[in-house]
């Protein structure tokens, strides 16, 4: 009967220093919504009748009305956005159809390279701008001309 009352006594012990040993975890944080961006639809930039000596002189610069909106911004994601234009060099879109010059893009009055993103932390205007100049060691072809540019946005 001793050897039941040890075991038992041993046994109390080793279940009163498991409560001994017990923790509070308390748990904070905070909870977000995505960030969800849309851009307004630019209109076309027309460019109307270009005099070849008006070309690199930023006589026939023209904006490109686009507009970042962002609704839910929080601190876990960034926004950029990024024109992309196929075969187009640096900040320079080429043209079709008229030859000899091609479309500088800008930002804020810097030139913009293209497919390169921009972090954008707040919204509103992108401030971008197109200007026609002179392709080196080309001869102008005359005529109309037509270029294309994609604006994405990126939330991250």
């Known amino acids: 009967m001793r050897k039941a009352l040890i075991s038992f006594s041993l046994l109390a012990l080793s279940l009163s220093s498991m409560a ?3 923790v509070v ?3 904070t944080g905070e909870l977000y919504a995505p960030t969800t961006c849309d851009l307004s639809q630019p209109p076309t930039v ?5 005099l ?3 070309i690199d002189n930023g006589e026939y610069e ?3 009305d686009i507009r970042l909106d962002c609704q839910n911004r929080n601190p876990l994601q960034s926004v950029s956005v990024q024109i992309n234009a196929s075969s187009g060099n640096t900040n320079l879109i080429p043209v ?3 030859a000899g010059f091609e479309l500088a893009l800008k930002r804020s009055g ?5 497919n390169t993103p921009i972090r954008m932390d707040q919204d509103g205007p992108l401030n971008l701008t197109l200007t026609p100049v002179k392709k080196t060691g080309e001869a102008y072809v005359l005529g109309s001309f037509q270029a294309t540019a994609t604006v994405v946005v990126s939330v991250q």
């Open 46 to 50: 027309d460019f109307g009748d270009v």
């Open 110 to 114: 810097a030139a913009q390279n293209l």
């Open 20 to 22: 001994a040993s017990s």
């Open 62 to 64: 023209q904006p490109i």
């Open 96 to 98: 079709t159809g008229a």
């Open 52 to 54: 070849t000596s008006g």
């Open 25 to 27: 975890i308390t748990v």
